[in-house]
């Protein structure tokens, strides 16, 4: 459910905060997650998870 809101709310920004998005994310993998960060981990599973989403996001 929440992955579906957030994919939601991802397909109503405008395509210059979608790359925004995109690049977050981006940065947020090659940061890699702390071993205390829940929400790096979340992330990092949800792009595992999504890859196609990222890659409709980027387009």
């Known amino acids: 459910?929440?992955?579906?809101n957030l994919a939601d709310a991802i397909r109503s920004l405008t395509p210059a905060e979608q790359e925004?998005?995109?690049l977050f994310v981006e940065f947020l993998k090659r940061k890699g997650p702390a071993p205390s960060s829940t929400f790096?981990?979340?992330v990092d599973e949800f792009v595992q998870q999504h890859p196609e989403l990222?890659?409709?996001?980027?387009?």
Do not use: D, P
């Open 1 to 4: 459910m929440a992955v579906e």
């Open 20 to 22: 925004s998005v995109r």
């Open 40 to 42: 790096l981990a979340a």
């Open 54 to 59: 990222l890659r409709r996001l980027a387009q």
